[in-house]
Structures are given as structure tokens and as C-alpha cells.
């Protein structure tokens, strides 16, 4: 809303004597106080160093959140905890525009400058997800706040973007700079109730999909990331064991999201093939046609009855088997049970 638009707004509030709006200058002063310092743009990126997003958000949720003034945290907690994920995603298919790029960062590589374009973006985030601590007198670890929707964009703060193709090159130099960031990174130090209190920050590059994961781990799409098996090894129970677990992978974590989805796929599949084609053997023609028609009649009852599509194709975006559709389905099972024929 412009100034004008607040302007005639807040005056027609008061005509019928509702003074609800505060002037504008305090709306844009509020505004201002919303933004870290040091903020970096240029032709092609915008960013905030790390420590400065950081040092602002835990001041900025110390402020909106109801903690106890009369409370010496200094005192009374150590160790105290400020829990953060992290993590990028490219995405392609935006306008371009007849407008070149100059004044390009000299330290970029060759290969940046071939990928730079304004029709895709590679972004970086952050979520604060928990502020712990330990109490001194009885050295018990306490959740001081949580983040009540984790996997909302509510909290998410972004860290930087970048006018770039989502590139293997790309993706390793810019969260390089990030891990570097991580490791210069310091105790922040508020001034609560007269008393100096200080958080440390920890960082879990958790919010990655399987492309940036094999990036960075040198992996491909067929094997896990985590042991390096592929699927045919991973029916084999018996040379399975060979596959070792590598512990630095692990920090990536499991997409739930992802566990959702795949879950849904599998057993729609199971579902197609139940009754026409149960084994492994290719199918034949008159398979294939009654898997056609039992796929149809499986997404045609889950419409008109849960009211979610499945196996659909988005365009520009893959299917419609999104997270919420697996959330909705699992929910009625015994509905899903009834339809699929799946126990």
C-alpha cells in the first residue's frame, strides 16, 4: 500500500471514529526495524552475511515472544542454544528480459558467468527451529521457545539469491560460501533484564532435495547418498552389509515430505497392477490396457470420494502428488483401503 493509499485509509477510519491506524511514519519506522544490517545487492544476487541475519532474528524473536522480565537468563540457564536449518533450491521457467548483466563480482568464475540469467534463481534460507538451554541448578536441558510450524515459510528468512542456473558448479561455490560463513560464525550477546546473555548458533543443512544432495556428495540419482547402494543391491539381503554407512552424509537428514510422496507412489503402482499384472514379468498389451483403465477408475473414485487428485500431470511442475495430497490420503484408510483393494 503506498502512503497516499494508507494516508486516505487512516483519515476514513477516523471520519466514522475508528482511530485503529497508526500514522504512517510508525508503520514505516516498524518496517525499517524488520531489516538486518548490511544488506549486499547487486546486478545479479542479493544477500545478508550470516552472522548479521542471525544476530537479527534472535533479537527480533527475544522481543515479539512473552518471556519473563523479572527473570535473570544469565543466571538461571547456560549453554544456550539458537537451532537453525538451512539449505537451496534452484528454480527455472521465470521471464527474461531484454536487459544484460554488468559489473559482474570479479571473483566469479567462467562458468557462473555462462550460467547467469534472470529466468532462473538460486535461493537461500534459513528457519530458526529452537531456542534451548540448561538450567544451572539442576543441569537439565530446556526448550525455552519451538518453532510451531517448522516446515511453514512464517519463520523462513531468506539468506541470498542469485540470478543462476542450479549447476553443479554453482550449487559447490555458493554453499561453500555459506559453510564458510558457519565456521566464522560468533556468539551473539543481548542485554536482557541488565545482564549479558550468550547464544550460540547451531546450523543443519537439512533443507536440500536429492539434487542438491548429490551435488555436494558426488552421488548419483540411482544409488543412496548415505551408503552408496543402488536398487538392485538393496533386495540382496545378504550383500547388502557391505554397504557402509557414511556418518558425514547423515547430516543432510530424510525429507519426510519426500517419504509422504514416495509412500503414495507405491502404493497407487501396487494398486494398478493388483489384480491384471500382481508379478514382475513384463506385461503384455491386454495387461497394460486393464492397468490404463483400473489407474482411471482409482483416481476417478479418490476425486469424487476424498476429493484429491493423484498421478495427474501438473504442467511446469510434475504430478499432482504433492505432500498434502499423501497427507490426505494416508488419513482415510480405510476409504484408500476400499478403493486401491489394498489392505
Request: hydrophobic share 35%.
Amino acid at each position: 500500500m503506498t502512503k497516499n493509499a494508507y494516508h486516505k485509509t487512516r483519515l476514513g477510519a477516523k471520519k466514522h471514529g475508528t482511530d485503529i491506524y497508526p500514522s504512517y511514519d510508525r508503520v514505516r519506522l516498524a518496517k525499517y526495524r524488520c531489516y538486518p544490517e548490511n544488506i549486499i545487492i547487486s546486478e545479479i544476487s542479493a544477500s545478508i552475511p550470516l552472522q548479521y541475519l542471525l544476530d537479527h532474528t534472535i533479537k527480533r524473536l527475544w522481543e515479539t515472544l512473552d518471556f519473563d522480565n523479572t527473570i535473570d537468563y544469565a543466571e538461571e540457564y547456560s549453554e544456550l542454544k539458537f537451532i537453525c536449518k538451512w539449505g537451496c533450491d534452484g528454480s527455472s521457467g521465470h521471464s527474461e528480459y531484454h536487459q544484460s548483466f554488468h559489473n559482474i563480482e570479479s571473483d566469479d568464475t567462467e562458468c557462473r558467468q555462462n550460467a547467469i540469467t534472470d529466468s532462473s534463481i538460486v535461493l537461500f534460507c534459513i528457519v530458526p527451529l529452537r531456542l534451548t538451554g540448561v538450567i544451572k541448578v539442576s543441569n537439565t536441558q530446556v526448550i525455552l521457545w519451538e518453532n510451531p510450524t517448522p516446515s511453514s515459510t512464517r519463520y523462513c528468512r531468506p539468506l541470498k539469491f542469485l540470478y543462476a542456473k542450479e549447476t553443479k558448479e554453482v550449487t559447490k561455490t555458493e554453499v561453500g560460501r555459506v559453510e564458510k560463513e558457519i565456521m566464522e560464525l560468533k556468539s551473539v550477546e543481548l542485554n536482557i533484564n541488565n545482564s549479558v546473555l550468550c547464544i550460540n548458533y547451531t546450523m543443519l543443512m537439512t533443507m536440500v532435495d536429492g539434487k542438491v544432495i548429490n551435488t555436494l556428495t558426488e552421488s548419483s540419482s540411482q544409488l543412496c547418498y548415505i551408503c552408496k547402494c543402488n536398487p538392485t543391491n538393496m533386495n540382496d539381503l545378504d550383500n547388502i552389509k557391505r554397504f557402509v554407512v557414511d556418518e558425514d552424509n547423515v547430516k543432510y537428514g530424510m525429507s519426510s515430505l519426500h517419504a509422504w510422496i514416495k509412500f503414495l507412489e507405491l502404493v497407487l503402482h501396487i494398486a494398478y497392477k493388483l489384480e491384471s499384472a500382481p508379478t514382475t514379468i513384463r506385461t503384455t498389451p491386454e495387461q497394460k490396457k486393464k492397468i490404463e483403465e483400473k489407474k482411471k477408475e482409482i483416481q476417478f473414485r479418490l476425486w469424487n470420494e476424498l476429493g484429491i487428485k493423484v498421478d495427474k500431470v501438473v504442467q511446469g511442475r510434475g504430478t499432482s502428488n504433492t505432500g498434502n495430497v499423501a497427507r490426505r490420503f494416508f488419513r482415510n484408510t480405510e476409504k484408500v483401503a476400499e478403493i486401491t483393494g489394498i489392505n
